[in-house]
């Protein structure tokens, strides 16, 4: 069982580029969310999506955009990369409101 | 606004009982869950409370006072593998999970 495929696993980017961070699920989770993780400070939420063709922002929204065409996939594109975006970026999903996320084993990015 | 406070380190002993507090600050509260993350990976489910009192699985419990905004997650019989962050996280009225900063547990011989 895939679960939730997140690619790429690490990545370095320069300064001013754009990047995609894919995340895909094969679970049929109607939410879908994106976390960073920084030293210190925890999980903090960038956007989510509840359903398929809506998304919402999060604690830590700028510099990044998310977009929700089907139930599978959610993507997270950094437009305009900074070296404040250096980070370790967890896609996730859950199937109800539970409170039981599954997370995807994260992408890591740095921006020089 | 939102916020959770949790103690940034804990320590304790094999075989021994810890409890790890969790305080939040939510706009709208439908649940606390509590997560483990072991270094390098990612993190994992452990528990969730959406009503006041105890949910018990296996080793680990966790509580929920609505009232008092208050949760805490009990690990008994620790073992070494236990060794690892706590992260407890409110679901917000946007049904929105919104961790804290985490709890980094050691586990001593």
């Known amino acids: 069982t895939a679960g939730i495929t997140q690619a790429p696993t690490s990545q370095i980017l320069a300064a001013g580029r754009s990047m995609t961070l894919r995340c895909t699920q094969d679970?049929?989770?109607?939410?879908m969310y994106w976390y960073r993780q920084d030293l210190g400070l925890g999980l903090r939420l960038i956007h989510y999506?509840?359903?398929?063709?809506?998304?919402g922002k999060g604690e830590v929204p700028d510099g990044y955009s998310v977009s929700r065409a089907n139930t599978d996939d959610f993507p997270l594109t950094l437009a305009s990369a900074v070296p404040s975006q250096t980070s370790v970026y967890f896609c996730a999903s859950s199937r109800d409101n539970t409170g039981e996320l599954f997370f995807g084993e994260g992408s890591r990015l740095t921006v020089l | 606004g939102q916020s959770l406070e949790q103690p940034s380190e804990v320590t304790a002993v094999e075989g021994a009982i810890v409890q790890i507090n969790c305080t939040y600050q939510?706009?709208?509260?439908?649940?606390l869950s509590w997560y483990q993350q072991h270094d390098g990976g990612a993190p994992t489910f452990l528990s969730y409370n959406g009503l006041d009192g105890l949910e018990e699985t296996g080793r680990f419990s966790s509580f929920l006072s609505r009232s008092d905004s208050y949760g805490y997650l009990l690990l008994q019989e620790l073992q070494m593998k236990d060794s690892a962050s706590y992260f407890c996280?409110?679901?917000?009225?946007?049904?929105?999970?919104?961790f804290g900063s985490g709890t980094r547990l050691l586990v001593r011989p």
């Open positions: 939510t706009s709208g509260f439908y649940g």
């Open positions: 679970m049929r989770h109607n939410a």
């Open positions: 996280a409110v679901r917000d009225s946007s049904y929105k999970l919104i």
């Open positions: 999506s509840n359903t398929a063709g809506t998304t």
